[in-house]
């Protein structure tokens, strides 16, 4: 997509200051020889080339790091003078707004020279936008990164209006970014029959994961006392789902007239000989793909963990995934909803690497960092999938039962606790 190529663009024409000239950046980098001058331009045609391939340019000169503003440039202070007059220069913060300012480096005899600390998207400091993603995709919201900032002595984070605006941005890149996967996923199938997972009538879209994960957590909550009832309730759904008229399964859906199922309505209705589904099923495809996954949802384990309503995290399937970034999806906006929806859609087809590409549509550069950061955890993800396939021998399985009962149960419970589903970021 062309998106890059535009913000990149639109930052260069709108920071037209002479402090973001090309001059400064070659202070900054040194070992400019040892830097592939044409990588951008190989990036800006392999996005051309690959236009619906969700590449992600890196840009090797985006490189953040947390510093204590006070000891650095105090100490910079003391070693630098102005290259204008030769005075002694310091610097100072100001247009402060969020993670981002500017560095006023300021000189007795010259005018002050304003740096940014971070690129710009329009009028917004990129850092924000980042931020707000990358604390939504860890499970908070506005007052973990208004905690974040304040126990490690950051300034004050946005108010709520303004975080409200980046969300509402984000959501519609998000959205953006999702309907391009989604449509890849349907175009890969159509190639190989290996990828079958999303995409049109039937298929697994982010809509209908939002769906089944309010519905996979209301199974849950409604029946926190009993793991057998919140077995069946969880499988209702997978069945209700899997429902055609020729093949109608709601045996495990909630009888009566009073069922949220209308196929059990209307056997209480008696009305089943008009009864005409008005739902697609899931296609055959989808039903095969998340049977694992319900598999692995509703084992005893799990459910064990959830008697008494708290929520496991294991980053292992897509609901889960979902589960991190909206733990109380229930209580969460449906704007909140739709964007965890959308990004785990995306993270379980595309991997890690679909995050860089939602950053990317928010006119967020990736440096190198954020790359290996992904590259590695699709790496370690594929390895894990293929461990555990090993593993799914009965022997094996019983194995795990018996380590999982043991201590590890409860490290991982409290590990859970502490960092999983169960952080609430409203305490
Ligand atoms: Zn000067
Ligand atoms: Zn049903």
Request: hydrophobic share 35%; glycine share 6%.
């Amino acid at each position: 997509m062309g998106n890059n190529k535009i913000n990149r663009f639109t930052r260069n024409t709108t920071n037209s200051r002479k402090d973001r000239s090309r001059k400064r950046k070659h202070i900054f980098y040194r070992k400019s020889g040892e830097r592939n001058s044409s990588n951008n331009n190989t990036s800006a045609k392999k996005i051309k080339q690959h236009d619906e391939d969700l590449n992600v340019p890196q840009d090797d000169h985006t490189v953040y790091r947390l510093l204590n503003f006070i000891t650095v440039f105090t100490a910079i202070s003391n070693l630098v003078k102005c290259k204008k007059c030769n005075c002694d220069v310091n610097f100072q913060i100001c247009s402060e707004r969020g993670l981002g300012f500017k560095i006023a480096v300021m000189c007795n005899e010259c005018q002050p020279t304003y740096i940014n600390s971070s690129p710009f998207i329009g009028h917004t400091y990129e850092i924000n936008r980042r931020f707000i993603y990358v604390m939504r995709i860890l499970g908070l919201g506005l007052e973990g990164c208004k905690k974040f900032c304040g126990l490690m002595d950051m300034p004050a984070f946005l108010v709520q209006k303004t975080y409200d605006i980046i969300v509402k941005n984000m959501s519609a890149c998000v959205n953006t970014v999702a309907k391009k996967v989604f449509v890849k996923a349907a175009k890969e199938e159509k190639k190989t029959i290996k990828r079958k997972i999303l995409g049109g009538k039937g298929k697994l879209t982010g809509k209908l994961i939002d769906k089944l994960t309010v519905y996979y957590g209301l199974a849950i909550r409604r029946n926190c006392e009993s793991i057998e009832k919140m077995r069946n309730a969880i499988w209702a759904t997978f069945y209700h789902y899997s429902s055609t008229d020729q093949n109608p399964q709601h045996d495990h859906c909630l009888s009566g007239e009073e069922s949220w199922c209308k196929w059990q309505k209307a056997v209480a209705n008696n009305e089943l000989n008009s009864f005409k589904h008005t739902y697609d099923s899931l296609s055959n495809d989808v039903l095969q793909a998340i049977r694992p996954i319900y598999d692995d949802l509703s084992k005893d384990a799990l459910l064990d963990r959830c008697i008494g309503g708290f929520n496991q995290n294991n980053n292992e399937s897509y609901n889960q995934l979902i589960w991190i970034i909206t733990r109380k999806t229930l209580a969460s906006s449906s704007t909140m909803v739709t964007i965890a929806a959308n990004i785990s859609a995306c993270v379980f087809n595309e991997g890690c690497s679909a995050h860089l590409a939602m950053l990317n549509s928010m006119g967020i550069t990736l440096g190198q960092n954020a790359h290996n950061y992904c590259r590695q955890a699709d790496e370690k993800r594929i390895t894990e999938a293929e461990r555990r396939a090993q593993l799914a021998t009965r022997e094996a399985r019983i194995l795990r039962r018996q380590q999982q009962s043991s201590t590890l149960d409860v490290a991982e419970a409290a590990e859970d606790l502490l960092y999983g589903p169960g952080i609430d970021d409203s305490v």
